[in-house]
């Protein structure tokens, strides 16, 4: 597994353990996730999990099935993940006398009232409303023993966004590499509660309000990724 070798690569005597699951399968899925980390000392969790299921397109062109797995993805899997997994992270918290974490990956689309990503905007901006909320309700229960934070990213380097950072169009659309993406977001843990961690993802969100409030065409605008 490149991942796993690369974190051994960075990291010498780190212990590594991959699982490879299809999360469109909630809940067998959640039980493969819980059963690995049950005897582990969990203290953080990272619900980076997406899925669009086509290009950008009018709502009226997506099928129930589209909807249904963005739907179980984007939001039914993260959430009832969150729930599986919180006990432990509270647990440990108290156990090792530390503080837990939860980012959770929502979108500056959500923000953005994406035409031609109603599914997936709506979807990202659940995230978000998850993400606070909770974070609120963590603070109040359990003083500083979880932090909950959302990220909202806007362009990243990887095979869903088909885009490279280190190109032209890659500069022209504000786009990050998952490395730069990370860092950034960790750096903001413990300080706030919802953020855009990347300032290239703040201009180029700035860029598209402005296209979108002078009315240019929207789906040349979005399709741009798939070009």
Same mark, same amino acid.
């Given at each position: ?5 690369? *974190? ?11 699982? *490879? ?8 899925? #959640? ?39 963005? #739907? ?20 440990? /918290? ?11 990956? /929502?979108?500056?689309?959500? #923000? ?35 932090? *909950? ?14 885009? *490279? ?39 180029? /969100? ?14 040349? #605008? ?6």
């Amino acid at each position: 597994n490149n991942i796993a070798s690369g *974190v051994k690569k960075a990291y010498p005597g780190t212990e590594v353990e991959c699982l *490879v699951s299809d999360c469109a399968e909630v809940d067998s899925c #959640i039980e493969k996730i819980s059963t690995c980390v049950e005897k582990k000392n969990l203290t953080m969790l990272v619900n980076n999990i997406g899925v669009e299921a086509n290009d950008p397109e009018p709502y009226e062109e997506k099928t129930a099935a589209d909807m249904k797995k963005m #739907i179980g993805v984007n939001i039914e899997f993260s959430s009832l993940l969150t729930l599986r997994l919180l006990p432990n992270l509270i647990k440990n /918290s108290k156990k090792h006398n530390l503080r837990s974490a939860i980012i959770n990956l /929502s979108s500056n689309a959500s #923000i953005l009232n994406s035409p031609l990503l109603v599914g997936y905007t709506s979807s990202k901006e659940y995230n978000r409303s998850f993400s606070l909320t909770l974070a609120g309700e963590m603070k109040a229960l359990h003083g500083n023993l979880v932090d *909950v934070l959302c990220c909202r990213p806007s362009f990243v380097e990887s095979r869903m966004s088909g885009l *490279v950072a280190h190109s032209l169009k890659g500069y022209l659309l504000g786009v990050a590499t998952t490395e730069y993406f990370a860092k950034s977001a960790l750096n903001k843990l413990g300080h706030v509660e919802d953020c855009s961690p990347c300032w290239k993802h703040d201009i180029a /969100s700035l860029f598209l309000i402005k296209c979108l409030c002078i009315n240019l065409p929207i789906k040349g #605008i979005w399709c741009i990724r798939a070009s």
